[in-house]
């Protein structure tokens, strides 16, 4: 029973984890409409640079926490507002084949600044203990990432949910025409949304790094789950994207212990499951 206890702190973990990952993501889809395939390049970039930072220049946790989401954040402006915009008006699939060749750009980028070895970010020292449950000790870090993904669920949801901003958002989605009709910059909207995606994606990536690590081609990895996290919670929902990212890290952690050759496969097994039952994800709106 300890064991299972155990397992299944690890699957919350790990799940928050992702949600952390993938919020960005479900955010740009739900508002935008637009599926970032290189979100897990900005991703990259965060644990990356926030990397740098602790190794290099300010061996400071805190200060890569801060500097590398809104560094992250700026690149998503300048992807958003130079190459993104101009295929608003051309359809799904253009903004799928741009973003996804700014994975490859970025993958690029990265080895030649980075290298291919494999990196990580020290955890700050005050998280640097463990502390026992269920009998088993676990690294305070981790708890300290349930709490967090936690924090930023409950952030998200009321934002989306309950703000005037929120109502604005979604109405932009619904029908921008009408939005820009009553004198509201549905561009503006837009970009800063985009923007907020990007520095969630940094945030996860700073955040992660203690746990997963840095290595080559860790963003596609990386964004294969949160596509997983995405499809199961359903498109754009903040709520569903918790959910599943909870979802997932259970499944994957306890096959990993108990069938670890066959744990990738449970999780797309069960994606493929719930989109049969539920094609719009568990949470997720009806795509019209």
């Given at each position: 029973?300890?064991?299972?206890?155990?397992?299944?702190?690890?699957?919350?973990?790990?799940?928050?984890?992702?949600?952390?990952?993938?919020?960005?993501?479900?955010?740009?889809?739900?508002?935008?409409?637009?599926?970032?395939?290189?979100?897990?390049?900005l991703y990259m970039f965060g644990a990356y640079i926030a990397y740098s930072?602790?190794?290099?220049?300010?061996?400071?946790?805190?200060?890569?926490?801060?500097?590398?989401?809104?560094?992250?954040?700026?690149?998503?402006?300048?992807?958003?507002?130079?190459?993104?915009?101009?295929?608003?008006?051309?359809?799904?699939?253009?903004?799928?084949?741009?973003?996804?060749?700014?994975?490859?750009?970025?993958?690029?980028?990265?080895?030649?600044?980075?290298?291919?070895?494999?990196?990580?970010?020290?955890?700050?020292?005050?998280?640097?203990?463990?502390?026992?449950?269920?009998?088993?000790?676990?690294?305070?870090?981790?708890?300290?990432?349930?709490?967090?993904?936690?924090?930023?669920?409950?952030?998200?949801?009321?934002?989306?949910?309950?703000?005037?901003?929120?109502?604005?958002?979604?109405?932009?989605?619904?029908?921008?025409?009408?939005?820009?009709?009553?004198?509201?910059?549905?561009?503006?909207?837009?970009?800063?949304?985009?923007?907020?995606?990007?520095?969630?994606?940094?945030?996860?990536?700073?955040?992660?790094?203690?746990?997963?690590?840095?290595?080559?081609?860790?963003?596609?990895?990386?964004?294969?789950?949160?596509?997983?996290?995405?499809?199961?919670?359903?498109?754009?929902?903040?709520?569903?994207?918790?959910?599943?990212?909870?979802?997932?890290?259970?499944?994957?952690?306890?096959?990993?212990?108990?069938?670890?050759?066959?744990?990738?496969?449970?999780?797309?097994?069960?994606?493929?499951?719930?989109?049969?039952?539920k094609p719009n994800g568990l949470l997720g709106k009806k795509v019209a």
């Open positions: 029973m300890d064991i299972i206890g155990a397992q299944l702190v690890n699957g919350v973990s790990y799940g928050l984890l992702l949600f952390i990952i993938t919020c960005g993501l479900s955010l740009v889809f739900g508002i935008l409409g637009v599926l970032n395939l290189a979100h897990g390049s930072l602790t190794a290099t220049y300010t061996q400071s946790f805190w200060l890569a926490l801060l500097i590398a989401p809104i560094s992250v954040a700026l690149l998503a402006l300048v992807v958003e507002l130079i190459l993104l915009r101009p295929t608003y008006q051309l359809g799904h699939l253009s903004q799928v084949l741009l973003t996804f060749g700014l994975a490859y750009v970025f993958h690029d980028l990265a080895s030649i600044i980075w290298g291919s070895n494999v990196l990580s970010i020290p955890v700050p020292s005050i998280f640097s203990g463990s502390i026992a449950i269920f009998g088993q000790t676990f690294p305070v870090y981790r708890i300290a990432v349930i709490i967090v993904g936690i924090v930023i669920a409950v952030l998200l949801w009321y934002i989306q949910e309950k703000t005037k901003w929120g109502a604005i958002i979604r109405a932009g989605l619904s029908d921008k025409q009408m939005v820009s009709a009553l004198g509201i910059n549905i561009k503006l909207v837009f970009t800063i949304v985009f923007v907020i995606g990007g520095l969630l994606a940094g945030f996860g990536g700073v955040v992660a790094g203690p746990i997963l690590g840095l290595y080559p081609s860790m963003e596609f990895q990386t964004l294969i789950l949160a596509l997983v996290v995405l499809v199961i919670g359903g498109l754009g929902s903040i709520s569903g994207t918790l959910v599943a990212g909870l979802l997932v890290g259970i499944v994957e952690t306890f096959s990993r212990f108990l069938v670890p050759e066959l744990s990738m496969f449970l999780v797309f097994g069960l994606m493929a499951i719930i989109l049969i039952v």
